[in-house]
């Protein structure tokens, strides 16, 4: 060996040798994967109301010359069609199958703007904590980009963690700015909850409440029917309207809409408007011991 060979000094590695010395599988960020991931979770909802509305549509429109199975068949095909060619491009023509994707977000967009108005308000923390993520997540893959992957997925969840929270928060403000009717108070359930020293009768703040025309937001109680409904229950909270809860007398208020307006059962909350009757002794309902609170509608959302 010579003495030039010995003397000669060690190469510099430079980032992209030393990736794939020391790092040839990258993995990908837990942050951009969560991020992303809380993103879709928050959006699904909408997105599953906008085709089952169309769905709904297309069914009414064709079923009147076409057999129902058909109908149905037309109605999954699509969408199944495209996730699978979507997949098969992936692995086949990964630039085409990048604009098929780019087609498939634009024709779900309309379901992801409906869901900032179908976000509940609490659930508004997740989008938050899913933009908090993204963002870390991309601060990581900048400081790694040898070690860590995952830079769109990041880059996706942070835009739609922050859309659908500031979204949802300008939503829901003028949501409720605007829902109560004219001539008409909004009423709280808390209002109509007795309290500790009469837990079965309506509350002082519930009797003066009687004979006024109120706005109220809640769930229909299940019953045998499900459709059509004219006169239901209305209770406070999904866990007591849709998962097998017991509400109590004062949590309660019969509903008796007026001529020509009916509802169908759903889990989605209710606007209903009308004027509230309190009953000093319990009023017999379908299904239930009894009421003290009565609502005569005439308007229902």
């Known amino acids: 060996m010579s003495i030039s060979e010995q003397t000669k000094p060690a190469t510099a590695f430079s980032d992209s040798d030393v990736g794939e010395t020391f790092a040839p599988y990258r993995a990908v960020s837990r942050a951009a994967a969560i991020s992303l991931a809380l993103g879709v979770l928050v959006a699904l909802p909408g997105i599953a109301w906008q085709y089952g509305a169309a769905a709904a549509w297309l069914r009414q429109l064709v079923s009147a010359w076409m057999p129902e199975t058909l109908t149905l068949i037309l109605i999954a095909v699509p969408p199944i069609a495209m996730l699978l060619g979507t997949i098969l491009l992936g692995v086949f023509r990964p630039r085409l199958a990048r604009r098929v994707a780019i087609i498939g977000v634009i024709l779900l967009l309309p379901g992801c703007i409906w ?21 870390l997540g991309l601060s990581n893959i900048r400081k790694y980009p040898a070690e860590l992957t995952g830079k769109t997925a990041a880059g ?14 300008a939503c829901h403000a003028l949501i409720y700015s605007t829902e109560v009717p004219d001539g008409y108070e ?8 007795a309290g500790a ?6 509350p002082p703040t519930a009797q003066e409440m009687d004979g006024k025309q109120v706005f109220i937001k809640g769930y229909i ?7 059509g409904l004219k006169e239901f229950v209305l209770v406070p909270d999904i866990g007591t309207c849709c998962f097998g809860g017991s509400p109590k007398q004062t949590h309660m208020v019969e509903v008796i809409l007026k001529k020509g307006l009916t509802l169908d059962y759903s889990m989605t909350k209710r606007r209903l408007a009308g004027v509230l009757r309190v009953n000093p002794t319990l009023q017999p309902v379908a299904d239930r011991p009894g009421v003290y609170y009565q609502l005569m509608a005439d308007y229902a959302k």
Request: cysteine-free; overall charge positive; aromatic content about 8%.
């Open 186 to 193: 909004r009423l709280s359930f808390d209002v109509l909850k």
């Open 221 to 227: 109680y299940p019953g045998q029917q499900r459709l």
């Open 156 to 169: 996706l969840g942070t835009i739609l963690g922050v859309a659908l929270f500031i979204g949802g928060i």
């Open 197 to 202: 020293q009469m837990p079965d009768y309506p």
């Open 115 to 135: 869901t900032v108005g179908m976000i509940p308000a609490p659930v508004l923390i997740l989008p938050l904590i899913g933009s908090i993520l993204g963002s």
